[in-house]
T-cell receptor, first 115, second 113 residues
Framework: AQSVTQPDIHITVSEGASLELRCNYSYGATPYLFWYVQSPGQGLQLLLK??????LVQGIKGFEAEFKRSQSSFNLRKPSVHWSDAAEYFC?????????????FGTGTRLLVSP | SQTIHQWPATLVQPVGSPLSLECTVE??????LYWYRQAAGRGLQLLFYSVGIGQISSEVPQNLSASRPQDRQFILSSKKLLLSDSGFYLC????????????FGPGTRLTVL
């Protein structure tokens, strides 16, 4: 069955420190991969996505993620965290080559930023 | 680019009452539309999706239903709400081919008392 695992429910990072959020997936084939961010009480905003090509993808707000096929991972990173990055982050996977896109989401990682 | 609108933003309803949540899409035509529910600590669960007017597919059996009366309108309904229907409901839309992405609305917080 398709699944996405975000092993860290909560992460606290000091402002200015680096960040890595983990995402592992189980899928029948190499999927499309996404990271979304959700501020409290808000909808989801797409941070970045991987479809093909360079396995290191750049997103908005200074985030990047690296697709590692051998590890079935798509970890999100940021070199220096800002207080405004405090939010919940969701990793998602979806099928290739179909118009309909059924995404499977992880349970999310809540990021807290300490001063 | 497309924009997803949802209303109401918050809703408090008694058990057994009906429900109607509306989602409209702006800036595109013939989108795929999705309803998700987000419960605390459980990520997003896909409830329904639609690839066109009148075409609804259900992912999870429950007392909710969905309809798509117009190309850019997607409605989530219930005849009788349960306590377990409480949650944050998100509508999403996607256009184009397989490499397009889903864009989400701001969500509706539903509390059933």
């Amino acid at each position: 069955a398709q699944s996405v695992t975000q092993p860290d429910i909560h992460i606290t990072v000091s402002e200015g420190a680096s960040l890595e959020l983990r995402c592992n997936y189980s899928y029948g084939a190499t999927p499309y991969l996404f990271w979304y961010v959700q501020s409290p009480g808000q909808g989801l905003q797409l941070l970045l996505k991987y479809f093909s090509g360079d396995t290191l993808v750049q997103g908005i707000k200074g985030f990047e993620a690296e697709f590692k096929r051998s590890q079935s991972s798509f970890n999100l990173r940021k070199p220096s965290v800002h207080w405004s990055d405090a939010a919940e982050y969701f990793c998602a996977v979806g099928p290739r080559n179909t118009g309909f896109q059924k995404l499977v989401f992880g349970t999310g990682t809540r990021l807290l930023v300490s001063p | 680019s497309q924009t997803i609108h949802q209303w109401p933003a918050t809703l408090v309803q008694p058990v057994g009452s009906p429900l109607s949540l509306e989602c409209t899409v702006e800036g595109t035509s013939n989108p795929n539309l999705y309803w998700y529910r987000q419960a605390a600590g459980r990520g997003l669960q896909l409830l329904f999706y639609s690839v066109g007017i009148g075409q609804i597919s259900s992912e999870v059996p429950q007392n909710l239903s969905a309809s798509r009366p117009q190309d850019r309108q997607f409605i989530l309904s219930s005849k009788k709400l349960l306590l377990s229907d409480s949650g944050f409901y998100l509508c999403a839309g996607k256009t184009g081919g397989s490499t397009d992405t889903q864009y989400f609305g701001p969500g509706t917080r539903l509390t059933v008392l």
